[in-house]
Antibody
Framework: EVQLVQSGAEVKKPGESLKISCKGSGYSFTSYWIGWVRQMPGKGLEWMGIIYPGDSDTRYSPSFQGQVTISADKSISTAYLQWSSLKASDTAMYYC????????????WGQGTLVTVSS | QSALTQPASVSRSPGQSITISCTET?????????VSWYQQHPGKAPKLMIYDVSNRPSGVSNRFSGSKSGSTASLTISGLQAEDEADYYC??????????FGGGTKLTVL
């Protein structure tokens, strides 16, 4: 069974760093792209970027370039999304999702990680 | 500012059909060939309903279909059921090798 299991909810202060994770199982982790999607409270979905764990090819949406870092550790089938300095506006639900090829819509999604940034 | 425009909300009665549009408003969307549609129920992760404009993943009801004409992609849901009530998002791969979502459409089944 294909599963993407994300790390648990986080509560952080502005300026702090954070790395959330997404562990894939039930499929060849290095053969599928993993994308990250943000959903701010009560708002729509926003593509952040995507990585191919097989060779770490990473692409960012312009709005998120330089704001976050996407990475993957294929040895443990885990993708990451990290921030070096959080802002209150980073408060959102973050989803990881798997794509068979880079242009295709993701078919499996993680359960989401809620990140709350508040002083 | 999204490059894909969707109606904010639509409503129909059970048993009826509905078509939700997704119009490309930016040249960054490129060929607009890789359009996907997602269903999201409150508090849940999105679910892929249509990919590559008109392909349906296994397990998705054949009441859902996708199409495209010019710069507008469409999701059609036939025989509406109460469980179809959800938010629907279109998404497209862009010419800059990234993706963009539409603003989402809230479907109410009256």
């Amino acid at each position: 069974e294909v599963q993407l299991v994300q790390s648990g909810a986080e509560v952080k202060k502005p300026g702090e760093s954070l790395k959330i994770s997404c562990k894939g199982s039930g499929y060849s982790f290095t053969s599928y792209w993993i994308g990250w999607v943000r959903q701010m409270p009560g708002k729509g979905l926003e593509w952040m970027g995507i990585i191919y764990p097989g060779d770490s090819d990473t692409r960012y949406s312009p709005s998120f370039q330089g704001q976050v870092t996407i990475s993957a550790d294929k040895s443990i089938s885990t993708a990451y999304l990290q921030w070096s300095s959080l802002k209150a506006s980073d408060t959102a639900m973050y989803y990881c999702a798997r794509s068979e090829y880079v242009q295709k819509g993701p078919d499996y999604w993680g359960q989401g990680t809620l990140v709350t940034v508040s002083s | 500012q999204s490059a894909l425009t969707q109606p904010a909300s639509v409503s129909r009665s059970p048993g009826q059909s509905i078509t939700i549009s997704c119009t490309e408003t930016s040249s960054d969307v490129g060929s607009y060939t890789y359009v996907s549609w997602y269903q999201q129920h409150p508090g849940k992760a999105p679910k892929l309903m249509i990919y590559d404009v008109s392909n349906r993943p296994s397990g998705v009801s054949n009441r859902f279909s996708g199409s495209k004409s010019g710069s507008t992609a469409s999701l059609t849901i036939s025989g509406l059921q109460a469980e179809d009530e959800a938010d629907y998002y279109c998404s497209s791969y862009t010419s800059t090798s990234t993706w963009v979502f539409g603003g989402g459409t809230k479907l109410t089944v009256l």
